[in-house]
């Protein structure tokens, strides 16, 4: 294959979906995949969680794959995708945990209830010993 995000074109493969099924997963049509794989563009912002969702991936994994070979550095463990560096933009950490808000069947409530939660240990923080917060850290954990 003579693509330029051959990685991209590979994970697709691995998880069984052909340019046309994966173009009906994620919404878009057969050449604008192939245009993706090709390297002449990129996937849309917006599409991009779609994507990474349809091929088992985190946004940062998702971008890794959209980097055109060319600018891949070699290599040195097996496999399609190597580790990928921790992302320190709070921007994208944010969005991968709206996605996975998004995707899990946790209900509104427990969710607003972990926040509550937080909130009240974050302001405790400062003015706490540590064995207390540990303590309710692990209550509320479990």
């Known amino acids: ?60 994994e998702l971008d890794a794959l959209l980097i055109p070979d060319a600018y891949t550095p070699a290599q040195s463990s097996p496999g399609w995708l190597a580790a990928a560096a921790p992302e320190s933009d709070d921007e994208v950490e944010a969005l991968e945990l709206a996605r996975r808000v998004f995707a899990s069947d946790v209900g509104k409530e427990a969710l607003d209830r972990l926040e509550r939660t937080f909130d009240e ?22």
């Open 1 to 60: 294959m003579t693509s330029r995000r051959r990685r991209f074109a590979e994970c697709r493969k691995a998880r069984g979906f052909n340019q046309e099924t994966f173009a009906e997963a994620v919404g878009a049509d057969r050449s604008t995949v192939q245009r993706w794989e090709s390297g002449k563009n990129d996937p849309q912002p917006w599409l991009r969680p779609k994507i990474a969702k349809v091929l088992s991936l985190t946004a940062s």
């Open 121 to 142: 240990m974050a302001m405790r923080y400062p003015v706490s010993p540590p064995h207390e917060l540990l303590t309710r850290v692990r209550k509320h954990s479990s």
